[in-house]
Nanobody, 127 residues
Framework: QVQLVESGGGLVQPGGSLRLSCKGSGVGFRFYNVAWFRQGPGEEREGVVCVSGKNDYAETAHFAEGRFTISRDHAENMVYLQMDSLKPEDTARYFC????????????????????WGQGTQVTVSS
């Protein structure tokens, strides 16, 4: 069973950058669809970006286009979220989630399409 651990959150000024990391433990992590979600105080969890485990399909939320990039390192079992030009409204707890491609061929940004979740890492954008 794959387990996920996020890291890399912190306090950053508006306009700054952060790179979040999601470490997947377990066999075959490279074949998992992986997504990043975020949840602000009192808000619903929303999908940010996703990448598929068996093909090149990926999705990016409109608010993240041109600023956030997802990438993965199969050798290290890592998935990264590079966040640039951060805004105060990006403040949230960020979670990575995963599901094996045999459960769903293409990644999505819907919480119901994932069965593995990390504990999250807090991102605060403030001056």
């Amino acid at each position: 069973q794959v387990q996920l651990v996020e890291s890399g959150g912190g306090l950053v000024q508006p306009g700054g950058s952060l790179r979040l990391s999601c470490k997947g433990s377990g066999v075959g992590f490279r074949f998992y669809n992986v997504a990043w979600f975020r949840q602000g105080p009192g808000e619903e969890r929303e999908g940010v970006v996703c990448v598929s485990g068996k093909n090149d399909y990926a999705e990016t939320a409109h608010f993240a286009e041109g600023r956030f990039t997802i990438s993965r390192d199969h050798a290290e079992n890592m998935v990264y979220l590079q966040m640039d030009s951060l805004k105060p409204e990006d403040t949230a707890r960020y979670f990575c989630a995963a599901i094996h491609y045999t459960q769903r061929l293409y990644c999505s940004r819907s919480t119901r399409d994932y069965d593995r979740w990390g504990q999250g890492t807090q991102v605060t954008v403030s001056s």
